[in-house]
């Protein structure tokens, strides 16, 4: 069910990017489709159904990149739209946030792109929606930053480093947070 997720997200937002006037709103909106389409289709909405956002924002994230969506862009605006979506159907935005920004990350990950700064914009564009959801940005922040860090383990030290270096020295970030959230990933 991943591989066939993660291949309908890309392919939607290959498909919406391709032609639009403005790229970032059709990648958002095709995400968002994606991820209401995906937990209405469930029924009720778990922790388990939520992993399918992950896999939304994977294939969405590498969708934007191969059309020349930088990783910045798409990382942000894929996470964004994935908790709009989860909020519109009612499901729990915070643990979404953070299984978008793993997604997202992966995906940069996987089109070879930058994943500290993917993960940088990840959080930020969690901080945003939070903020415009009314869900605490402190929360999504956490959940961002472990689900990022996350992502980034399983690509591998490397990446992991980055990733946490690139979090700690985010000037847009609140540094006590990420530092927080960093230390219980069990890694610094």
């Given at each position: 069910?991943a591989?066939?997720l993660i ?5 939607a937002?290959?498909a919406?990017?391709e032609?639009?006037?403005d790229?970032l ?6 995400v968002?489709?994606q ?10 909405i ?34 964004r ?5 989860v ?6 935005a ?6 978008a920004?793993?997604?997202?990350v992966?995906?940069?990950a ?6 500290g ?20 940005t ?22 992991g480093s ?8 985010a000037?847009?970030l ?6 927080k959230?960093?230390?219980?990933t069990?890694?610094?």
């Open positions: 069910m591989a066939n291949t309908q997200a890309k392919e937002v290959v919406a990017i032609g639009a006037d790229v709103a059709a990648l958002r909106g095709a968002k489709n991820v209401v389409g995906t937990l209405k289709d469930a029924g009720e778990t922790t388990a159904t939520l992993d399918a956002v992950t896999d939304i924002a994977t294939g969405a994230t590498t969708g934007a990149g191969e059309v020349g969506v930088s990783a910045v862009d798409a990382s942000s605006n894929v996470i739209a994935a908790i709009g979506g909020s519109d159907v009612g499901g729990d915070v643990t979404a946030v953070g299984k920004a793993r997604g997202a992966a995906g940069v996987q089109i070879g792109g930058d994943v700064s993917a993960a940088v914009a990840a959080v930020e564009g969690a901080m945003d929606a939070a903020g415009s959801i009314g869900v605490s402190t929360e999504a922040v956490e959940e961002a930053v472990v689900g990022a860090v996350h992502a980034a383990d399983a690509v591998g030290s490397e990446a980055s990733v946490r270096k690139a979090l700690k020295s000037a847009a609140p540094r006590d947070v990420v530092e959230a960093i230390e219980g069990g890694k610094e």
